[in-house]
């Protein structure tokens, strides 16, 4: 991913009501809040009830109770040392291992594309190798895969090694500050595949970035559209008239992961994580983004899903969503 400087926000959750006691609770938020994924990060953030401010071991040390975070994978993992005292993850959103396993699968089956390239930006973020593994398959065929960086702003050279391979699409699993430029400079090569990527280029930024040359780019979406959440429309409602802005893709599963975390520390009468955990892997109730928000033995959701999105006349247009066990 673009590098930026990551911002933790504590939440002081007021007054959360215990048998014996009301008591201020200190949850940890990680994100970018600066830098080219700002969008990404501010966005989440306001998805959880409340502010403050520091990073992963200052917020160890300031007596967080649970955290809502980090923003990916590349962060995540080192992050997750710090944590480790936690001892168990919970997923907010359907894995990067689902989402890339059914994009690969989907492209295949669905889109009917049989020769394909992939450009890795090497980062944790995972989709590449999940895409490629269910590519295959399905019955696709790598032509070539690419290697690049997540700072990268020039992929001619590479593109020119791609497009002798004449593939019916490329996959790019990164994020909009280097699928823009890529789709772009795809096109000023007369390169006529089709752009596939994950959800980190599902932004309007990457239509503004790329503008023409984004037409027919397909890419995946964690979970369902907002119009399609069980509690999409009233989570909608309140969102902008709290912030003034249009609610844009992680905020409701921040919403939902902060609530259950919350949820399970009164269940369980105490903010101890050594407590309360068992209750939070115990979750079901309904959320704004599922009928019904579970996880399974390993923290996932039980009931993950994705979206896959088209660009359509400028706009982004949902084609389907997707059980994240597969199709």
């Not at 969008?39 to 306001?46: F, L």
């Not at 090569?189 to 984004?214: I, Q």
Request: proline fraction near 4%.
């Amino acid at each position: 991913m673009k590098q930026f400087k990551q911002v933790a926000v504590l939440l002081a959750l007021a007054s959360i009501g215990f048998a014996a006691h009301a008591e201020d609770i200190k949850l940890g938020y990680a994100g970018p809040l600066t830098g080219a994924q700002a969008q990404y990060g501010k966005d989440m953030q306001n998805g959880i009830p409340s502010t403050g401010s520091t990073v992963a071991q200052k917020l160890v040390d300031s007596g967080i109770k649970g955290m809502l975070g980090h923003f990916n994978s590349g962060t995540s993992i080192p992050a997750s040392a710090v944590y480790s005292r936690f001892k168990t993850t919970f997923r907010m959103m359907t894995s990067d291992t689902q989402q890339g396993s059914v994009l690969g699968a989907y492209a295949v089956k669905k889109l009917h594309y049989k020769n394909i390239a992939i450009v890795d930006d090497r980062t944790s973020y995972g989709l590449a190798d999940e895409f490629e593994n269910a590519a295959k398959a399905a019955g696709g065929k790598i032509e070539r895969r690419e290697y690049t960086n997540d700072k990268a702003i020039d992929f001619k050279p590479i593109l020119s090694n791609l497009k002798a391979a004449n593939p019916d699409m490329v996959f790019y699993g990164g994020a909009e500050t280097q699928s823009a430029p890529l789709v772009k400079q795809m096109r000023e090569l007369g390169m006529k595949a089709v752009l596939v990527s994950g959800e980190m280029s599902k932004t309007d930024n990457f239509l503004k970035l790329a503008v023409v040359s984004t037409e027919g780019a397909i890419v995946s979406l964690a979970g369902l559209p907002l119009d399609k959440m069980p509690g999409g429309a009233a989570y909608k409602a309140r969102y902008e008239k709290r912030f003034g802005t249009p609610v844009a893709t992680y905020s409701p599963y921040a919403y939902d992961g902060a609530t259950a975390i919350m949820k399970a520390m009164v269940a369980a009468n105490s903010s101890d994580p050594a407590k309360y955990l068992a209750t939070l892997a115990k979750t079901s109730a309904p959320g704004v983004t599922t009928k019904n928000l579970a996880y399974d033995n390993h923290g996932d959701l039980k009931d993950g899903s994705i979206t896959v999105y088209k660009v359509v006349q400028g706009k982004w247009q949902p084609l389907e969503s997707l059980s994240g066990s597969g199709i």
